[in-house]
């Protein structure tokens, strides 16, 4: 098996470790959770592949988290860009521009009366729950175990000792008092949420959720989960608000509300989205959105504040409207499905050619591959894998030029890039891999 040298990347990270804290800028880009040491500095990336400082070249199934649905530096959104940044990248007034990607978000996820655009999905989801309180002028938060909704004070919070307790902080520099507005439950379990409500519900603004999970690897809504999360939050006079971030134009050209495994889109429709990723095309992005009424609560409209002076900016808003263009293309998802269908089906038998346990959980483009012989259907059963095998997995392929995200709770995202030769180098590293993996 062909073993790359990173020599480079070592220097880097030394050199990095004394300015920037923990030598990165976002912790998942650490490879802590894969037994440490310096994460590969990437210097170039093309379509579905990027090099290293030490000219490695590298199979991309990390795709930055989720933006880069495109490949790297797609002709169309690169020029959309360059275009941009020509005719000046910020000007602090309206553009017609952000009309144009509003009114393309609208089309495709039509419970989207209003948007709004924001820099992060950390930004737009934190924004969707002040307008949620606004409008309800309540103020707990209910959110499901293992959902990642960004990094502000209230969802970072995890779960309390069931779905009837408050919430405990899950960082540092979180207030209890914070937690002591969020409720905690299992994703998938009505009862839990039923339980939650009964006990607070005069208090409850809104129940947050990633409807399709992205990150405890991917993971579908049980059936009738999403259409009686909706129900029994309105009942309880509470806004039901979906995080998109991940699942807006990852499955589909529409988000996952409008996904064709939810055939009564009305029954599954929040009240308020929040998106990011994607839809900025690989610049920084994120958008929040719903219920006109609900959005007129938004200043200058409304009494609830929020604000940007980067929000909105041409660069990326050309990028993400460039991205969703191409996305528009006939084919293309269909395309990523069947690259991804393959491939997951690949990694199945080779594991179980092996005796390597190996659960899959694929929506079409997309898949995580949890090393355990359960079902994965919340963060529980996520939690309940082998974390040591990953690691030993994550750099075995990683020797072999294949990049996956350095967590076992990521998930593999393949671009419209992706080639054959890439699918089928990457079964052939995965087989190595996997024969590797049973001495
Ligand atoms: N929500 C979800 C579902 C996410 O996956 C993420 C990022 N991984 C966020 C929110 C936060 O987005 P950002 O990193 O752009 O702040």
């Given at each position: 098996m062909s073993t790359t040298q990173r020599?480079?990347?070592?220097?880097?990270?030394?050199?990095?470790?004394?300015?920037?804290?923990?030598?990165?800028?976002?912790?998942?880009?650490?490879?802590?959770?894969?037994?440490?040491?310096?994460?590969?500095?990437?210097?170039?990336?093309?379509?579905?592949?990027?090099?290293?400082?030490?000219?490695?070249?590298?199979?991309?199934?990390?795709?930055a988290y989720g933006p880069i649905i495109a490949g790297h530096a797609h002709p169309?959104?690169?020029?959309?860009?360059?275009?941009?940044?020509?005719?000046?990248?910020?000007?602090?007034?309206?553009t017609e521009l952000e009309i144009t990607l509003a009114r393309m978000l609208k089309e495709a996820i039509p419970s989207l009366d209003k948007v709004r655009f924001v820099n992060s999905g950390t930004e737009a989801v934190m924004t969707t729950i002040r307008?949620?309180?606004?409008?309800?002028?309540?103020?707990?938060?209910?959110?499901?175990?293992?959902?990642?909704?960004?990094?502000?004070?209230?969802?970072l919070v995890a779960a309390g000792s069931g779905p009837s307790t408050l919430g405990i902080p899950d960082s540092a520099g979180v207030p209890v008092s914070i937690a002591n507005e969020v409720i905690t439950v299992p994703f998938n379990d009505l009862d839990g949420l039923r339980t939650a409500l009964d006990t607070f519900g005069e208090d409850v603004a809104a129940v947050m959720v990633e409807p399709i999970v992205g990150n405890?690897?991917?993971?579908?809504?049980?059936?009738?989960?999403?259409?009686?999360?909706c129900t029994m939050t309105r009942e309880a006079g509470a806004l039901v608000i979906y995080d998109e971030v991940i699942s807006a134009f990852r499955f589909h050209y529409g988000s996952a509300q409008t996904y064709a495994a939810f055939p009564d889109h009305s029954a599954v429709e929040?009240?308020?989205?929040?998106?990011?990723?994607?839809?900025?095309?690989?610049?920084?992005?994120?958008a929040y959105g719903g219920r006109k009424a609900v959005m007129e609560q938004v200043a200058p409209l409304g009494p609830a504040y929020q604000a940007g002076t980067m929000a909105g900016n041409p660069a990326s808003i050309s990028a993400g409207i460039a991205c969703l263009e191409v996305l528009r293309e006939p084919g293309v998802y269909e395309r990523m499905d069947a690259q991804a269908a393959r491939?997951?089906?690949?990694?199945?038998?080779?594991?179980?050619?092996?005796?390597?346990?190996?659960?899959?959980?694929?929506?079409?483009g997309s898949f995580s591959a949890h090393f355990c012989d359960h079902p994965v259907t919340n963060y529980d059963?996520?939690?309940?894998?082998?974390?040591?095998?990953?690691?030993r997995f994550f750099r075995l392929m990683l020797d072999q030029?294949?990049?996956?995200?350095?967590?076992?709770?990521?998930?593999w995202f393949l671009t419209t890039a992706h080639t054959d030769d890439d699918i089928d180098a990457t079964i052939a590293a995965a087989e190595q891999a996997f024969a590797a993996m049973k001495d």
């Open positions: 020599p480079r990347s070592e220097a880097l990270y030394a050199e990095a470790l004394a300015h920037i804290v923990g030598g990165v800028n976002s912790p998942s880009r650490s490879f802590k959770a894969v037994g440490g040491g310096a994460p590969v500095f990437m210097k170039r990336a093309k379509g579905a592949h990027f090099w290293d400082v030490d000219d490695n070249r590298y199979i991309d199934y990390l795709c169309h959104i690169t020029e959309a860009i360059t275009a941009a940044a020509a005719n000046g990248t910020l000007y602090g007034t309206p307008v949620a309180r606004a409008y309800t002028k309540r103020s707990k938060i209910i959110k499901f175990a293992g959902c990642y909704h960004g990094h502000s004070d209230l969802v405890f690897g991917m993971v579908m809504p049980k059936p009738g989960f999403l259409e009686g999360l929040p009240d308020l989205t929040a998106l990011g990723k994607i839809i900025g095309g690989g610049l920084p992005i994120g491939l997951a089906d690949a990694l199945q038998s080779s594991a179980d050619r092996h005796g390597i346990p190996l659960t899959i959980n694929r929506i079409r059963e996520a939690q309940n894998t082998d974390g040591e095998r990953f690691a030029g294949v990049c996956l995200a350095p967590s076992k709770y990521e998930a």
